[in-house]
């Protein structure tokens, strides 16, 4: 029988044991983000757990300064003193594989006057220093080409260019291999989405979703799943299309949690791709989602006008139908399994991340994260299950079809 003084010691062992296990999981960690104020500069200082490369530049409409790290885990409740220096919100998140970012929404424009780090001395961690100073519009226009710092974010993470349209054909063609069906979980890493109750976020619901969805589709054994993206990490919006068509999905499903000012309404609506928008309303859900890039810090890309060409306008067109016809088919059963519908449930609005012009792409709004009771639904694993069983009869009922087609 072990003594009492041995249960002691192994207890003692144990908890120990518990402490001393590194508890990071990150290589870096922020532990405090603070502004101090000085008659020419404002200085922004974050101290780290060890020394980092860094970059920060600013960029405009609006407003913004962005710093890119090493991937980072956020271990500061608060950002000190941000109001008085012209910071009016503070996001942080993964960029990509490796690369953090942190993202300060700017009230006026600035330029970075000096940015350096500083090695743990006299009892102060290692700290990343930026100065920086209220500018006019030119001094801006400036200031947004100077990148400060050495960190390089593209090493060997950049997408490969978007491949070549494919030749337009005037029904989907299967090959031998089973369908693949892209999924496309909205947001991530520094973009939350809509932000609902209890610190509920649309790119964690959504990713759930997305998962949960894939893991039916395989079980089913009847298609191929790809997802952009697998975990809570920044994805372009123009990228999401250049991963479906680069390896060739057959079918894209974006999936996302809406948000409203009018907290009661509640739901799920389809989109698909329209140069007009159904309604105002689609409008305005379409300017919001197309922000994502925006919001991760990234600018705006110019559309390449070069691949408007009149083929693949014909393609796109086609295209447009077939997403016309699998958001029916998805209300369908959505209906048939009770789930609730917005009034209008299928609408069309400019979204870029349904602008694949040779794959069949709708947009789910899966619920609105503004509604306290969807919310919380939308967050429990039951009713998410629930949901991606309606998308996937959708699914099989789309290819279904296809089939048919295709012998006919
Ligand atoms: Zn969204």
Not at 6 to 11: D, G, M, R, T
Request: glycine content about 6%.
């Amino acid at each position: 029988m072990k003594s009492p003084s041995l249960l002691k010691l192994i207890a003692a062992l144990i908890l120990c044991t518990v402490f001393l296990i590194p508890t990071k999981t990150h290589a870096l960690t922020i532990k405090d983000v603070r502004f101090g104020h000085y008659p020419d500069k404002t200085r922004l200082v974050i101290d780290l757990d060890e020394d980092a490369k860094f970059r920060t530049f600013v960029i405009g409409d609006p407003y913004r300064m962005v710093i890119d790290l090493p991937s980072f885990a956020w271990k500061t409740a608060t950002v000190k003193d941000q109001q008085a220096s012209g910071i009016t919100a503070v996001r942080h998140g993964n960029l990509k594989p490796g690369i953090s970012r942190i993202v300060f929404d700017l009230n006026r424009p600035i330029s970075i006057h000096s940015a350096f780090t500083l090695p743990a001395s006299q009892g102060k961690p290692p700290r990343l220093v930026i100065d920086f100073a209220n500018t006019n519009t030119a001094g801006f226009a400036m200031a947004q080409n100077d990148i400060r710092g050495t960190l390089d974010i593209n090493k060997g993470t950049e997408l490969s260019a978007a491949p070549p349209p494919r030749t337009p054909s005037t029904k989907p063609q299967l090959t031998d291999k089973k369908p693949l069906v892209i999924i496309d979980p909205g947001h991530g890493g520094v973009d939350p989405g809509a932000i609902g109750p209890n610190g509920i976020h649309e790119k964690n619901v959504v990713l759930a979703l997305g998962l949960e969805l894939k893991k039916q589709l395989e079980e089913s054994g009847q298609y191929r799943v790809k997802m952009t993206r697998y975990d809570d990490t920044f994805i372009q919006l123009s990228n999401r299309v250049k991963y479906a068509r680069k390896h060739n999905g057959d079918l894209f499903v974006s999936i996302h949690a809406d948000s409203l000012r009018d907290n009661k309404v509640s739901g799920a609506s389809f989109y698909t791709l329209s140069e007009k928008a159904s309604d105002a309303q689609a409008a305005k859900l379409a300017a919001r989602e197309n922000k994502a890039d925006l919001i991760a810090g990234i600018e705006l890309e110019v559309e390449d006008e070069a691949v408007m060409d009149i083929l693949i306008d014909l393609a796109r067109r086609n295209t447009q139908n077939q997403s016309k016809y699998f958001a029916n088919i998805l209300i369908g059963k959505f209906k048939g399994n009770k789930l609730k519908l917005l009034r209008s449930a299928n609408r069309h609005a400019n979204f870029a991340v349904l602008k694949a012009p040779d794959i069949p792409s709708v947009l789910v709004e899966t619920g609105f994260m503004s509604n306290v009771e969807e919310a919380t639904k939308l967050n429990s694993p039951a009713h998410r299950q629930r949901i991606a069983g309606s998308l996937k009869k959708g699914i099989d009922a789309y290819f279904k079809t296809v089939k048919e087609n295709e012998r006919s």
